[in-house]
């Protein structure tokens, strides 16, 4: 167990140093939505060494408060900003519990960055000393905590309260079942969901005479069209490794069909095999082609989205969450969406999403009054209130059901969106997330970001199956 958590640091930890990756939702995801780095610095604590500084004394007196009996104070982190609608309300939401007479002070500590979060996520449980409350994506990406004893197992609050557990959907506790791996229980509680899809710009589109594309021939068809009427069919921002990750997602969703996770997982299906080769392809013939934009390893998420938003290029894929934050602004108006084209027709109704952003409760090192109020912290996160008060403020998907408020605004955008999910039959998160192997979403999003510098697809199946190789 310690070798994995060591093995788990590593990682994070080369990570950083081969690229740094985006601010997302998770995850989402993994993954998931991206906010700004002006937010970073309203955060209580950010990622700068003054602010690392402060957290450091913030958890040292939260350990102090707990012992003295006094009043518990909590460590909540997150990757939440205060420049997206949904997050803006989270951070109310939190100073709200925070202010209640209940005895409990939350302390967050939120990081938007991707990979300074995992970073000091992987750290924080290596040295024993994590947060009480944590977001993470489920899925392999957490069973190195669960094996290393340091979760807390949920099914039993569940059991305790039925009517908050039957307020999920099913679906959304795959990432969190661990049965199969010997770990009876719930291990989190769902806190967002999502589905990725093609978003476009209806004006450029019709000055143009395109449609939008339903099938990946169509998606070339239409990048064509746009490079030689000057404009950028996409612009990647694969400084934030995630973008080429979910990309990669939909084409083997697309293309293999939403089992194909599961095959990959269990190595039915290679890495290297000739029908993963021709999805690394793909993206390496989009690549070449200039169709996923210029400069995308120093382009970030943000400058993608601020790129999409002024009119610089015509498409992006991204998670559901994208059309709760452009509600409002300039851009909405002129955005639609589509289904992620697909490959093969058989799997169009194939998709990447489900549960993204999670919540865990780290019981390393902690007391049960710590416990027992992080318990509290997350029921409160997400009841039936949160949710609907949260729909007012930005209307997103949900993983759980509740009643809409007459105060939530009409989002058109959002309802094409779920529609679209309507239409869907199978559902995956991250591929990786069905791994056994904890390092797999790193080891294949760094792959992916090497066909983005001139490595040939086969380079990139040697990589991913040279490093399921060096883990065992």
Known sequence: MKRRLLACLLTGTMVLSLAACGNSQGSG??????????????????????????????????????????????????????????????????????????GIKVVMDNIPTESDYLDKLRTSFANGDTPNVFIEYGGSRTLDYLESDALVNMQPYFDEDKEWYDSFYPTMFKDLDYTDKGYEGIWGVPFKSYVVSLYYNKEIFEAQGLTPPQSWDDLMSVCEKLKTAGIRPFQAGEKDVFRLGHFHNNIVIKSLGADAAKKLADRSLAYDSPEMLKTYQLISDMVEKGYLGDDILNTDYNTEKSTFAAGECAMRWDGSWYGSEIFGTDIYDKTGVVPFPYIDEKYKDDAQGGASDMWFVSKLNKSEEEIQASVEFVKFMTSQDYFAGNNEAAAVLYPAKFTATANTPANPLLDEVQKIVGNYKNMCTDIQNSDPESHMLDTVRNALQGLAMGNTPEQCGKEIVDNIENYQ
């Open 29 to 102: 995801t993994t993954e998931n939505k991206e906010t700004s780095t002006q937010a970073a610095a309203k955060d209580t604590a950010a990622s700068n060494d003054t602010e690392s500084k402060d957290t450091e004394m913030k958890d040292t007196a939260a350990k102090e408060d707990a012992k003295s009996g006094d009043e518990i104070t909590l460590t909540v982190a997150t990757r939440y900003g205060a420049d997206v609608p949904d997050e803006e309300f989270y951070r109310q939401k939190v100073q709200e519990f925070s202010d209640m007479d209940n």
